[in-house]
């Protein structure tokens, strides 16, 4: 089917299930771009706020279902395997054209085996990070989807290289933002002057991220200002929730009242078009802070058994999508023991001691944005369709 048509078929039943918010904005975006080839789009699973403005029911909340770690998961693991039984009861009960499972791996690979086998096509949206770690789940992988759609171009070679059907589809937030970002209106538009050196702290958005690297991020900003005190901060906080455990931290912290800091509702973007450096957490946001086109220090920190077993299992030198897709360090990764506040704060302090740094990234994440804009919705309804038509 070609995009932009309407389908014969009336109706279109979609099962899904998105994790956390960046599956929420891929979710949404596949919907919008199906909703404009079928009459009617039955959307059913867990979905977060942006799928369900466009009609997606969310059979539990989508929060229950961001836990972060090896470790940690295990502590909630009765409650996820009871909503994972239940979604595969009501699934295979009212069968589906089709399900997607957007990211979260770990839940939904299972759930995808076990649909798959009952007979309901099953496409999983966003790679698991089997090229870089545990690659024997590509086994699991190939019993559980019918077809894999991946963001980034190594992914699909992988898939390809062991015969699982794939779509490179290219990742929607390098289509939705523009490859020239207006620096001074951003700034104006948060309250900055143009000349202002603003960096952006993005601590991550999980409750576990925060409670690790929300005070982190806050000395590191607190070191770099009694050194440049040019600096100006702005803080996006992800959720309501993520804005009171900030507060909670920043309340707590010793000389922090020093800081000229501003803490946003959300705003993430806006943040980051207004920043000219950003200290921020290992994730998605690296990949929308490198198409915003900004130098930036990544940092991460995970429980310590967690991070005794993740390290040894990786199969990749990098950690940030950036350095992933250049296969090479574009940008400092600062992990675990090796993140501290001073550590942090000189690598973030090196883009405004020499600009040409900042310039040469610059250059660099404009040609990864541009691979990157391939209209990934429509790329991935086109595969959604194909499937279903097959």
């Known amino acids: 089917m070609s995009e932009g048509d309407v389908s014969e078929r009336e109706v279109l039943r979609i099962g899904i299930l998105a994790g956390e918010a ?19 789009v039955e959307i059913t699973g867990i979905a977060g706020p942006r799928m369900q403005a466009l009609g997606a029911e969310s059979l539990f909340p989508m929060e229950r279902l961001s836990v972060m770690g090896l470790v940690e998961p295990l502590k909630r693991l009765p409650e996820l395997l009871k909503i994972r039984r ?21 839940f939904n690979l299972g759930l995808e085996e076990s649909l798959r086998a009952a007979g309901i096509p099953t496409v999983h949206y966003v790679s698991p990070s089997v090229w870089a770690w545990r690659q024997g789940r590509i086994k699991k992988i190939a019993r559980a989807v019918d077809h894999m759609l991946t963001l980034l171009p190594f992914e699909a070679e992988f898939y390809r290289e062991h015969k699982v059907p794939v779509t490179f589809v290219g990742h929607p937030l390098a289509d939705e933002i523009p490859l020239e970002v207006d620096v001074p209106a951003a700034k104006a538009a948060l309250g900055f002057e143009a000349e202002d050196e603003v960096v952006a702290l993005l ?62 509702d959300g705003q993430s973007q806006q943040a980051l078009a207004a920043a000219d450096a950003v200290l921020i957490a290992s994730g998605t946001a690296t990949l929308e802070t490198m198409l915003m086109n900004k130098p930036m220090v990544v940092a991460y920190k995970m429980a310590s058994l967690s991070y005794a077993i993740f390290s040894r299992m990786l199969h ?11 296969q090479r360090e574009l940008v400092p990764e600062i992990l675990q023991d090796d993140a501290t506040p001073e550590a942090l704060g000189a690598a973030i302090l090196n883009y405004f001691e020499d600009p040409l740094l900042g310039d040469r990234l610059r250059r660099e994440f404009s ?24």
């Open 316 to 326: 990749t030198p990098w950690v940030s999508l950036p350095n992933l897709l250049a």
């Open 203 to 264: 601590p991550g958005s999980r409750g576990g991220e925060v409670r690790l690297l929300g005070p982190l991020f806050l000395q590191a900003a607190l070191w770099c200002s009694q050194r440049r005190r040019s600096l100006r901060f702005v803080l996006p906080a992800a959720s309501p929730e993520r804005k009171a455990q900030l507060e909670q931290q920043i309340a707590s912290m010793p000389g922090i009242e020093a800081l000229p800091l501003t803490i946003l």
């Open 86 to 106: 239940s979604l595969r009861q009501h699934f295979i009960a009212n069968p589906p054209d089709l399900f997607v499972g957007i990211d979260s791996p770990d």
């Open 367 to 390: 040609e990864l944005h541009q691979e990157l804009r391939r209209d990934a919705s429509e790329k991935a309804a086109d595969a959604v369709c194909n499937l279903i038509d097959q």
């Open 22 to 40: 960046s599956g929420d904005i891929l979710g949404a975006g596949l919907i919008a771009a199906l909703q404009k080839r079928f009459r009617t």
